[in-house]
């Protein structure tokens, strides 16, 4: 049941994906050879998204500061699991040689410290997962400002990035007439 909601939710995603794609194609095609005199002067960029994750100094000074928020928790998680190896290895190379009620002990003690290694793992994965969440969102919207500033300041009528649409010239938005069509489409 779950393994069928999930693929029906990842096709239906991948589905997006390739109708997202092919609008954009179709707007860029459209926009060319609709008319002669838009297309001669339609002025088009594109934004690399890879790029910007991978060169941007702010996404840098991002890691950096994750780094150094959750890397002591990181080097204390990595202890542990370096101690409970340990304790794992004692218990086989000594399993035949301590009495049944060392054993259970130092089986109880290895399972505690497990589960407690669990559970700081877990604590720690979703707090980084909310901050880069939030930092992701702030540097975002900073790279959705800078595209409209320089789309604006130098007069881009369209601006792609590998996810899609990152700015549009109003005048290029036909959203009004596909509703109009759409609800005549509809009436009938």
């Keep these: 049941m ?6 029906s939710v990842l096709a239906h995603s991948f589905k997006r994906n390739i109708f997202m794609k092919t609008l954009v194609t179709s707007l860029v095609i459209l926009l060319f050879a609709s008319s002669n005199v838009i297309a001669a002067s339609a002025k088009i960029g594109y934004v690399s998204v890879e790029k910007i994750l ?3 100094p702010q996404v840098e ?9 959750f890397g002591g928790r990181k080097t ?3 202890e542990m699991e370096k101690q409970i190896n340990e304790m794992q290895e004692n218990y086989k190379r000594n399993e035949l040689v301590m009495t049944e009620d ?4 130092l089986k109880t003690q290895i399972i505690t410290k ?17 901050v880069r969440n939030q930092e992701l969102a702030v540097l975002q919207q900073s790279v959705r400002s800078i595209i409209e500033e320089i789309a604006k300041a130098e007069k881009y009528d369209l601006i792609l990035t590998s996810e899609g649409v990152a700015y549009a010239n109003e ?8 509703l109009e069509r759409m609800k005549k489409a509809f009436k009938k």
């Design 61 to 69: 000074a991002v890691n950096e500061s994750m780094l150094e928020r």
């Design 114 to 130: 497990i589960q407690e290694f669990k559970q700081k793992e877990a604590v720690l994965q979703q707090e980084v997962a909310t």
């Design 76 to 78: 204390e998680l990595q």
């Design 2 to 7: 779950i393994y069928d909601l999930s693929n």
């Design 102 to 105: 060392k054993l259970n002990e």
């Design 171 to 178: 005048d290029m938005d036909i959203s009004g007439k596909v």
């Design 54 to 56: 991978t060169e941007s």
